[in-house]
């Protein structure tokens, strides 16, 4: 007798319990499925940006030692010619002096026009200028870094 | 979590002082090569290459580390006859046909620090280039 009687007693208790918890459980995963998304976003992001800006470092650097060994122009005239300034430019922004596809730059967004080429008598310096790291929620500008100047080395290929 | 947030802040802090490294490189490549340019077997051509090692570090076109921000101030350059010894300051100048470039810089480490009671790395790259009567090299 005691037995029947007290089972929708502690069948009821136990549903509201069992309820209960899986609200609590609900919210607290709610929680921390926000903090974790937010703290993983960052870590992608900075992440994403360093692997950008080495990307970056090595493209720049190969453009610049591109243009030291190419000829300057006749009569102590610092400047390279038109095409090979192109060429430098393709270099750092295709990773080839005469790319065939136009469509992929080493970084998203990289244009030639963000590339600004300085040539003197004895060093060429290359540096991005007005270009923009499009990271998940911020951008990270670059204006004059990262730059890489390599000396002219008289007398032929290196 | 905390070994979570402690991983991923450890590959933010290596991530970063790979990007340095890469900077570092390029900084230690140019200047071996300008260095190496000025080598002519005198003592005042030694002068010139240690001066042509730290010219990329300054002025307008500086190059610089953490993602291009500070400037490299700690550069080294020594010379060597025959790439086995180095010497900073080589007694017989005429025969120094390598010389070798290393900048290091203390990296601000953020995370490392759960491990370690340190407030910086120090990353360090290095170039050799040599001159011969043909061209200027680099070697490594």
């Known amino acids: ?158 | 979590m905390t070994l979570l947030l402690g991983l991923a802040g450890l590959s933010i802090d290596i991530g970063r002082m790979y990007v340095i490294r890469a900077e570092l490189q390029s900084f230690t490549d140019a200047a071996a090569l300008s260095a190496a340019v000025e080598l002519d077997g005198t003592d005042g051509g030694l002068a010139r290459a240690r001066t042509g090692a730290a010219r990329f570090a300054n002025g307008p076109h500086a190059m610089r580390w953490d993602m291009g921000t500070q400037a490299i101030t700690n550069i080294a350059t020594s010379f060597s006859i025959d790439q086995t010894s180095w010497q900073e300051k080589p007694r017989q100048s005429s025969d120094c046909r390598f010389v070798r470039v290393a900048a290091s810089v203390p990296a601000p480490v953020i995370f490392l620090r759960i491990f370690q009671p340190l407030s910086s790395a120090t990353v360090a790259a290095a170039s050799v280039a040599t001159k011969t009567a043909q061209s200027v090299r680099l070697i490594q």
Do not use: W
């Open chain 1, 1 to 158: 007798m005691r037995r029947p009687g007290s089972q929708p007693l502690a069948h009821a208790r136990g549903s509201v319990c069992a309820r209960g918890t899986a609200g609590s459980a609900l919210i607290e995963f709610a929680g921390s499925l926000i903090l974790l998304a937010v703290m993983f976003a960052g870590i992608f992001e900075i992440g994403y940006s360093f692997y950008t800006y080495g990307t970056l470092v090595t493209a720049v650097r190969a453009g610049a030692r591109y243009a030291a060994l190419q000829p300057r122009g006749a009569g102590g005239d610092p400047a390279v010619a038109p095409a090979i300034a192109d060429a430098v430019r393709n270099l750092v922004v295709y990773g080839d002096p005469a790319p065939t596809d136009r469509t992929k730059p080493v970084v998203p967004g990289l244009t030639t026009d963000h590339v600004e080429l300085i040539t003197s008598q004895d060093a060429s310096t290359v540096s991005l200028h007005g270009f923009e790291v499009d990271a998940l929620f911020m951008k990270v500008k670059l204006d004059g870094r990262p730059t890489v100047t390599f000396p002219v080395t008289a007398g032929g290929p290196q």
